[in-house]
């Protein structure tokens, strides 16, 4: 099955549904879709894939690619000198990390009261301590 195909079916069930104002039992429902989406990615899993096509989808670039294929980290779906790579073999880059949240928002007031403190010395509205 295609995510086409999973889409058309699942939209032509909703508009059966729609058409009839079906009650349905959800739990049902849910098994169906869950299925139908198991179906979906088992066989995306075994889709091959080009050095090129593997390397947009799994971050790594197609030369390191090549390499885990030739030294047979991953197994070649493909021939000798036309390695080819499936879904479900793909290793996936891990996502780049991004600077946690600061430990306390920026505050404009203080950072002001703070730049006028020490130019004029004083404490500008800073309850004295």
Request: with cysteine; net charge positive.
């Amino acid at each position: 099955m295609t995510p086409e195909a999973f889409i058309d079916q699942w939209t032509h069930r909703l508009n059966e549904y729609r058409a009839v104002a079906a009650q349905v039992n959800g739990e049902k429902i849910c098994e169906r879709v869950l299925a139908d989406f198991n179906a979906l990615r088992e066989a995306e899993a075994h889709t091959v894939l080009t050095l090129a096509e593997a390397a947009i989808r799994s971050g790594y670039s197609e030369e390191h690619l090549g390499r885990l294929v030739r030294d047979g980290k991953i197994p070649n779906s493909g021939r000798r000198g036309a390695p080819r790579i499936r879904v479900g073999d793909l290793p996936l880059r891990p996502a780049t990390k991004v600077a946690g949240p600061r430990s306390a928002a920026y505050d404009p007031v203080t950072d002001a009261r703070t730049l006028l403190n020490r130019r004029k010395g004083g404490n500008h509205g800073l309850n004295p301590s």
